[in-house]
T-cell receptor, first 111, second 115 residues
Framework: DVKVTQSSRYLVKRTGEKVFLECVQD?????MFWYRQDPGLGLRLIYF???????EKGDIPEGYSVSREKKERFSLILESASTNQTSMYLC??????????FGPGTRLTVL | AQSVAQPEDQVNVAEGNPLTVKCTYS??????LFWYVQYPNRGLQFLLK??????LVKGSYGFEAEFNKSQTSFHLKKPSALVSDSALYFC?????????????FGDGTTLTVKP
């Protein structure tokens, strides 16, 4: 079975902290994605990566960075967390042109 | 640019009745269209997709969707709703010519099926 895992289901951080969200997929997919999900706003793409060390900004990249050193792992970094980054973060992977497979999500609260 | 609209925030149906969740899209080239479902406290799961071919696409859990190019729509349907179908549904579109790998999602429609 296809599997995307995220390092934490729930995370609580303080304003100004550096936050790392990790995502791992075991399907050898080229594409990986980070979204945030907020009520009434659907899924908004933060960053995606179509190959190792390659990344492209999504719709809302401000305040975030990403790292993809290995094909199976895609990390989202909040350089200095702020309260408006409190959200559900979803990671996904896909082969090119096909549907995405999502992880269970990380609910991040920034106090 | 590509975009998706799900005009209804909420759809309520009685168990056993047919259901429709609406989706319209806009892309410059040919669309790849997807439906995903999110059950409470879970990640999104793929339901079905339209890439090419037959306009009526069948997917998981008895769902189907009809691609209508002239109306730029891809509505999700099920002939007989179950209480367990209650969830949040997302439509997504991708224009493979322009944004290879990137999908745009709608805001989601909450489906509630009442016994």
């Amino acid at each position: 079975d296809v599997k995307v895992t995220q390092s934490s289901r729930y995370l609580v951080k303080r304003t100004g902290e550096k936050v790392f969200l990790e995502c791992v997929q075991d399907m050898d997919h080229e594409n990986m994605f980070w979204y945030r999900q907020d009520p009434g706003l659907g899924l908004r793409l933060i960053y995606f990566s179509y190959d190792v060390k390659m990344k492209e900004k999504g719709d809302i990249p401000e305040g975030y960075s990403v790292s993809r050193e290995k094909k199976e792992r895609f990390s989202l970094i909040l350089e200095s967390a702020s309260t408006n980054q409190t959200s559900m973060y979803l990671c996904a992977s896909s082969p090119p042109g096909y549907e995405q497979f999502f992880g269970p999500g990380t609910r991040l609260t920034v106090l | 640019a590509q975009s998706v609209a799900q005009p209804e925030d909420q759809v309520n149906v009685a168990e056993g009745n047919p259901l429709t969740v609406k989706c319209t899209y806009s892309v410059s080239g040919n669309p790849y269209l997807f439906w995903y479902v999110q059950y409470p406290n879970r990640g999104l799961q793929f339901l079905l997709k339209y890439i090419t071919g037959d306009n009526l696409v069948k997917g998981s859990y008895g769902f189907e969707a009809e691609f209508n190019k002239s109306q730029t729509s891809f509505h999700l349907k099920k002939p007989s709703a179950l209480v367990s179908d209650s969830a949040l549904y997302f439509c997504a579109v991708r224009d493979m010519r322009v944004n290879a790998g990137k999908s745009t999602f709608g805001d989601g429609t909450t489906l509630t099926v009442k016994p």
